[in-house]
């Protein structure tokens, strides 16, 4: 079994560290470290240290340094915005497309999103989103933290703008005739999909989306659930472009 990782502000710059605070518990207290085990520190910006566990406190673990490395960011970045869903259907899809490697997940306030965030509930959201995020980014080992967007998601029409910026961008949508596994894919920069909630994407805002140089795609002939789709749509892409 590969070493744990755990998420630190900074690398440490000498041969010793002592993780404390969350992180420190979680490895002492939860997942009972001891003297000998190795370790992973990343500061989810690319960075990476592996050390061995020295010493175990209450809540914390001395951490002799063996090395240090660095991950260049991925590029194509891959930016998935889906739509909101109600339940635990979107942090389903967070932590899923989190370990097969999306880069940024965009909240969208979809017209057929049956929750809406609004208020603290929608910082709330939006919060738990990012916290998902982490918590799936360090069971991956992942060199890199995916951002959350929004303030606290995104509307329809500022997605759009979003659009005009990327690569490339493509909605995933039921009747689309071209196949996400055959269009091109650009070779840098951002590539964006879009993925709709429970009740699908309406006229207007696929509309508005190609409008802004999406291209609708479909990924066969069934049709996934919105906690599917973007992870089923990402794992393609991963395997296009060498990731995997």
């Known amino acids: 079994m590969s070493a744990p990782l755990f998420l630190v502000d900074r690398l440490p710059d000498g041969q010793?560290?002592?993780?404390?605070?969350?992180?420190?518990?979680?490895?002492?207290?939860?997942?009972?470290?001891?003297?000998?085990?190795?370790?992973?520190?990343?500061?989810?910006?690319?960075?990476?240290?592996?050390g061995v566990v020295r010493s175990v406190g209450k809540g914390s673990l001395?951490?002799?340094?063996?090395?240090?490395?660095?991950?260049?960011?991925?590029?194509?970045?891959l930016t998935v915005a889906q739509g909101i869903a109600k339940g635990d259907r979107g942090e389903l899809a967070v932590q899923a497309m989190t370990e097969v490697g999306v880069d940024e997940i965009l909240p969208w306030a979809a017209a057929r999103s049956v929750a809406q965030w609004r208020g603290d509930r929608g910082a709330k959201a939006r919060d738990k989103w990012a916290a998902v995020a982490r918590e799936a980014a360090k069971q991956a080992r992942r060199s890199w933290l995916p951002t959350v967007g929004g303030d606290p998601d995104l509307s329809t029409k500022q997605l759009a703008?979003?659009?005009?910026?990327?690569?490339?961008?493509?909605?995933?949508?039921?009747?689309?005739?071209?196949?996400?596994?055959?269009?091109?894919?650009?070779?840098?920069?951002?590539?964006?999909?879009?993925?709709?909630?429970?009740?699908?994407?309406?006229?207007?805002?696929?509309?508005?989306?190609t409008a802004a140089g999406a291209r609708p795609v479909r990924l066969g002939d069934t049709v996934l659930r919105t906690s599917t789709a973007g992870v089923a749509a990402l794992s393609l892409l991963a395997t296009r472009l060498s990731r995997w």
Do not use: M
């Open 16 to 50: 010793s560290f002592v993780l404390d605070g969350p992180e420190g518990h979680h490895a002492a207290t939860v997942q009972r470290l001891r003297v000998g085990e190795a370790v992973l520190l990343g500061d989810g910006r690319g960075g990476v240290a592996t």
């Open 62 to 77: 001395d951490v002799a340094i063996t090395s240090r490395g660095y991950a260049d960011a991925p590029d194509p970045r």
């Open 161 to 209: 703008q979003r659009l005009g910026a990327a690569a490339a961008a493509y909605v995933l949508h039921e009747e689309a005739t071209d196949r996400l596994s055959q269009v091109d894919l650009p070779a840098s920069g951002e590539i964006v999909l879009i993925v709709g909630p429970e009740g699908g994407i309406d006229d207007h805002e696929l509309a508005a989306f």
